[in-house]
Every structure is written in structure tokens, then in C-alpha cells.
Nanobody
Framework: QVQLVESGGGLVQPGGSLRLSCAAS????????MGWYRQAPGKQRELVAA???????NYTDSVKGRFTISRDNAKNTVYLQMNSLKPEDTAVYYC??????????????WGQGTQVTVSS
């Protein structure tokens, strides 16, 4: 059984910083990609940033220059460093990973979500 456990959310003032972490555990053969999505109230879930096994990284335009995604392959962990936070970054942030749990199967897994609130 594969699990994604997130940490690091919270309340921060505009202009502040937070660092999210997501650790994958369980039966893992390999991890193809890891990333972060977010969902604000009344809005669809959107991709924030993703990093694939070859090192390619994608960011949504609204976070470019402010957020940095990184990955520790030895720890099966992905991080999201969020700087210069804005009120519009307020959302539940979800970790996502495409994991090969056996040599014959791979699929997407989701974390439980962590709340990020940017407010003065």
C-alpha cells in the first residue's frame, strides 16, 4: 500500500513563506513524477508545480519566480518552497505522485491535503 503524507501548511501573512513536504511510503518500485496541486474554495483543482524523474520541472504561471519545487529521491519526498505568498495562494494543497508499486502496475496517488492560508 502506497501512502503520501504531507506537512507544512498553515497561516502566513502576505509576503511570507512556507515549505510543504510530501513523503511517499509503502511498496514503491519507482516514482515517475511528483507534484503539487491546489484547490481554492469554489474553484477547480489546478497544477501548481511538478517534477518528473528526468528532472524536468513545470510551474503554473501564477507561481513562477515565487515557488520552487524540489525532490529528494533517496527519501521519496517532494518539497514546495513558497515565497512571497499572496492571498490568492490560499487553498488546500495536495501532493500527487505517479508511482510504480509493482513491476506491472503504476498509477497516480494523492495526499490528504494541507491547508495554506495567506492573510493579514
Amino acid at each position: 500500500q502506497v501512502q503520501l503524507v504531507e506537512s507544512g501548511g498553515g497561516l502566513v501573512q502576505p509576503g511570507g513563506s512556507l515549505r510543504l513536504s510530501c513523503a511517499a511510503s509503502g511498496s514503491i518500485v519507482s516514482i515517475n513524477a511528483m507534484g503539487w496541486y491546489r484547490q481554492a474554495p469554489g474553484k477547480q483543482r489546478e497544477l501548481v508545480a511538478a517534477i518528473i524523474s528526468g528532472g524536468s520541472i513545470n510551474y503554473t504561471d501564477s507561481v513562477k519566480g515565487r515557488f520552487t519545487i524540489s525532490r529528494d529521491n533517496a527519501k521519496n519526498t517532494v518539497y514546495l518552497q513558497m515565497n512571497s505568498l499572496k492571498p490568492e495562494d490560499t487553498a488546500v494543497y495536495y501532493c500527487n505522485a505517479h508511482i510504480r508499486a509493482t513491476y506491472y502496475t503504476s498509477k497516480n496517488y494523492w495526499g490528504q491535503g494541507t491547508q495554506v492560508t495567506v492573510s493579514s
